[in-house]
């Protein structure tokens, strides 16, 4: 079984500032994929960056990136320079080896930015 | 067309009626996959495709619950006798292929409301 955890409900940033989302996935899998996904006010699903458990390397795209700690089963999101669009709910999703696509989701971070 | 489609966008219905529920994938993905997200919570897994088979349903909540694919091409949710606790938003979301490091490129939902 898998389990997918996000402990903030909801998280706020200044605009241009810092903020680190947290997630924690659970599986006694070694081979697995875990994502970020950004769900604007529109309900419209964004895949924000994902990562693959082998590798050792964090995944980076432009202003966002993650701190995968795979022991500690730790894969938050870092968004540096936020900005107002970045406003959204955001899950954490892992899938499993055998499990074909299906994705695994927290139940969200609702991230507001201040102008 | 360039995105996953689905409708109605929203739907009303009475406790006890049948709803039909329909997703449009992104023309050549092979595979398709349905999610629930309760008001406030995260997706649920439903069901997912791989062409016109679906290889697990281990995610529909009850025998009310159906789902078909024609070909690599349009897919129906079908909920029977529908109850309040099924209102819910369902999204649908399509990707090349099963591997678990695609992207899932998700619809904008259909928004049901069972009063």
């Known amino acids: 079984a898998q389990t997918v955890t996000q402990s903030q409900p909801e998280m706020s940033v200044q605009e241009a500032e810092t903020v680190t989302l947290s997630c924690t996935y659970d599986?006694?899998?070694?081979?697995?994929?875990l994502f970020w996904y950004k769900q604007p006010p529109s309900r419209q699903m964004i895949l924000v960056i994902r990562q693959e458990a082998y590798k050792q390397q964090n995944a980076t795209e432009n202003r966002f990136s993650v701190n995968f700690q795979k022991a500690a089963k730790s894969f938050s999101l870092k968004i540096s320079d936020s900005q107002l669009g970045d406003a959204a709910m955001y899950f954490c999703a892992g899938v499993g080896y055998n499990q074909g696509g299906k994705l695994i989701f927290g139940q969200g971070t609702e991230l507001s930015v201040k102008p | 067309g360039a995105g996953v489609s689905q409708s109605p966008s929203n739907k009303v219905t009475e406790k006890g009626k049948d709803v039909e529920l329909r997703c449009d994938p992104i023309s050549g993905h092979t595979a398709l996959y349905w999610y629930r997200q309760r008001l406030g919570q995260g997706l649920e897994f439903l069901i997912y495709f791989q062409g016109n088979s679906a290889p697990d349903k281990s995610g529909l909540p009850s025998d009310r619950f159906s789902a078909e694919r024609t070909g690599e091409s349009v897919s129906t949710l079908t909920i029977q006798r529908t109850q309040q606790e099924d209102s819910a938003v369902y999204l649908c979301a399509s990707s090349p292929t099963l591997k678990k490091s695609e992207t899932q490129y998700f619809g904008p939902g259909t928004r049901l409301l069972v009063l």
């Open positions: 599986t006694s899998e070694s081979d697995y994929y």
